[in-house]
């Protein structure tokens, strides 16, 4: 079974650009999730879906955050403008469904923002 | 309020060694816990999981132990190899009100194998 996908892997940005990343869950997955995780901390939910719907967005930044699932397949979630602080690594995640509790991890789109 | 921590953010063993990391939790809602291991450069792997009835379960060479008393997590590895050097997040479910589920994560504890 293939795992979560995520492109690109590595990005480097300037502050006030924009940048997108791309996530495709595991196949079946109804829900799936954005995290952001920041050096030396754990992993921060961002925004969570049910298939195309948005469950949960309430940690999104969204004066600069989006994020959207318009198939109810792949995900991306974009940052417009980015600051200095929005380098990290972003996790997608996927569940078989909602309230199953067992989330499976992507490799993570590293983002560096000068 | 919702938090998890963890006591040692960085635990050195000899390669054979028992392992263990310990992870504090706040909130008495929480259902579900889970243990994630990341290595460098990928993302979070589920190691094992345990539930809030339950005070132990065992995998293969981890256990998880839940002392729900003082909100108290536990991973314990057995025979700790080279391969398992990583950081370790525990993490708690919280379940939403439309049915959905939340994980809070720890800081992580960075486990570090020596030969």
Redesign the interface.
């Known amino acids: 079974e293939a795992g979560?996908a995520q492109s690109p892997r590595y990005k480097i940005i300037e502050k006030r650009q924009s940048v997108a990343f791309w996530c495709n869950p595991i196949s079946g997955h109804a829900?799936l999730y954005w995290y952001q995780q920041i050096l030396?901390?754990?992993?921060?939910?961002l925004i969570?879906f049910?298939n195309n719907g948005v469950?949960?967005d309430s940690q999104l930044p969204k004066d600069r955050f989006s994020a959207e699932r318009l198939k109810g397949v792949d995900s991306t979630l974009k940052i417009q403008p980015a600051k200095l602080e929005d380098s990290a690594v972003y996790?997608c995640?996927s569940?078989l469904e909602?309230?199953?509790?067992?989330?499976?991890?992507?490799?993570?789109t590293r983002l560096l923002v000068l | 309020g919702e938090s998890?921590g963890l006591h040692l953010p960085t635990l050195s063993v000899q390669e054979g060694d028992n392992s263990i990391i310990n992870c504090a939790y706040s909130n008495s809602a929480s259902d579900?816990f889970?243990w994630?291991k990341q290595e460098s450069?990928?993302?979070?792997?589920?190691i094992i999981?345990i539930r809030s009835n339950m005070d132990k379960r065992q995998g293969q060479r981890v256990t998880v132990l839940l002392n729900k008393t003082v909100k108290h997590l536990s991973l314990q590895i057995a025979a700790t190899q080279p391969g398992d050097s990583a950081v370790y997040?525990c993490?708690e479910?919280i379940?939403?009100a439309?049915?959905?589920?939340?994980?809070i994560?720890?800081?992580?504890t960075r486990l570090a194998v020596h030969p």
């Open positions: 979560v829900t030396g901390q754990g992993p921060k939910l969570q049910q469950v949960d996790l995640a569940s909602l309230g199953e509790e067992t989330q499976y991890f992507g490799p993570g | 998890v579900y889970i994630y450069g990928k993302g979070p792997q589920f999981d997040f993490a479910n379940s939403g439309g049915g959905y589920n939340k994980l994560f720890g800081a992580g």
